[in-house]
């Protein structure tokens, strides 16, 4: 009996060893102050699920750097109450999703994990048959988001926004760069050439592949409705 109890402690200290030098190499995930991750940062290692972010750093969030395959969930409240969002890409503006300075519990995990978070099955969160992947995480309202993208095609880094948002401003990352974007069905888009909906303005209804030439790269806010 002692040599069993022996070889259980054993096993458990490699397998703590194990966890802990696996936790060591995991990738992370890092919050910013400022949009366009700027300012302080406070990073969690993928797997980590922090139900309370701290006093130092709680409802300061604007910006989030996320690791290839991973997926992070906020949540406005600590033990993730309140209204949460899903991010699969990072996300340089919390202010365009409606998410800034409210962020009180983080959870990161590997993507082939995350159904664990949520039932919902995938096509819930916007799978369409020309993209194959889930959007930004935003969670979704009942219409869904609006992505624009750098490409034609629905190519290239993206950006989304909630339906019913209004973005007055892109931001410098962003700006003049967008070729294509998802509109949910039922809802108009405005895109227009300046900041504050200034300039040319332009509506769309549904998927745009291309924008076309007149509006190719030119656009700097819209909104949605």
Partial sequence: MQRLAW????????????LSSARAQSPSVCFYEHVNFQGRSYCIRVGERIPFVGE?????FSSVRIPPGAVVTVCEHANFQGQCRRLSHSE????????NDIVSAVDARWD???????DRRDDDWGRRPHDGYRRDGYERGPRG???????ANYQGRRFCAPVGAA???????FNDIFSSMQIPPGVTVTVCRDNDFQGPCRRYSGDVDFVGDGWNDMISSFRSQ
């Fill in 7 to 18: 070889l259980s402690f054993v096993f458990a200290l490699i397998a703590t060893a194990s």
């Fill in 56 to 60: 130092r750093v709680n409802d300061q």
């Fill in 92 to 99: 340089p503006n919390f202010v365009a999703m409606g998410f």
């Fill in 112 to 118: 082939r994990d995350a159904r664990g978070w949520d």
């Fill in 145 to 151: 988001d609006v992505c624009f993208y750098e490409h």
């Fill in 167 to 173: 973005v007055p401003a892109v931001g410098p990352e």
